[in-house]
């Protein structure tokens, strides 16, 4: 999971909302369900506002080392949170864009898109796009990357309906985690009431959780 800018590259900003801000909530938010499915393992190109390679150049040379970063990690696939702006306060909805080479990606990325659409976002489509850091640093590193554009901050409407609180962001990080697992098949944990009266864990593999914590609904 790569939540998008930082403070040093902090993206748009329209409507008191800051990318920098929003894309690492949802990033959170997506990591936090995604978890909650069985053998999926999630790693954060950065946990905080600051930037993760101070080091590097703000924009092209951080997102390198951001998807070098995922490969040492073992990732499977990068995805990039983001959100769209625009000189005009009529775009809206949300888009993700793809490597014209995976047809992986491409899929992956209707699926993700699907979801938010779902939630009333206007349907932007998906798109190939072999220009961006992302894509090209993805690829290079042999997995697909996509870059999500959730909404537009420059727009009032998304600015408003999806963006304006915490719970609106976790349902676009939800949306996101839904997607990818229906990508993957994944399977969901369940809560069940054992016979001695008491609530047990069973994960997505079948197997019921003992001397371990989880992240469940949002607790511990």
């Known amino acids: ?26 990033a959170n938010y997506c990591k936090a369900e995604l978890e909650q ?24 040379g951080c997102i390198t080392a951001r998807a070098n970063a995922a490969a040492k990690a073992g990732a499977k696939i990068f995805v990039s949170f983001h959100l769209n702006s625009s000189t005009s306060s009529s775009p809206k909805g949300a888009e993700v864009y793809y490597p014209s080479s995976s047809s992986d990606g491409k899929s992956l990325a209707q699926k ?20 961006y850091a992302v894509i090209k640093n993805s690829i290079r590193n042999g997995f697909p990357g996509l870059i999500i554009e959730h909404a537009f901050v420059s ?13 609106k962001l976790r349902s676009l990080g939800i949306a996101d985690a839904t ?11 369940v809560w069940e009431l054992a016979s001695n009266g008491k609530w047990q864990w069973k994960d997505g593999s079948g197997k019921y959780v003992v001397n371990s914590w989880k992240y469940i609904s949002d607790k511990w």
């Open 1 to 26: 999971m790569d939540p998008g800018h930082d403070n040093r590259d902090a993206g748009a900003s329209a409507n008191g909302l800051r990318e920098e801000a929003l894309t690492l909530k949802i």
């Open 112 to 131: 993700i898109e699907n979801e938010l659409v779902s939630l009333g976002l206007y349907n932007r489509g998906v798109k190939k796009n072999d220009t």
């Open 37 to 60: 499915y069985y053998g999926v393992e999630v790693y954060m190109t950065r946990t905080s506002s600051a930037c993760p390679y101070p080091n590097e150049t703000p924009a092209g």
């Open 155 to 167: 727009n009032s409407g998304d600015a408003s309906k999806y963006l304006s609180s915490d719970a």
């Open 179 to 189: 997607g990818i697992a229906k990508y993957y098949g994944l399977s969901k944990g």
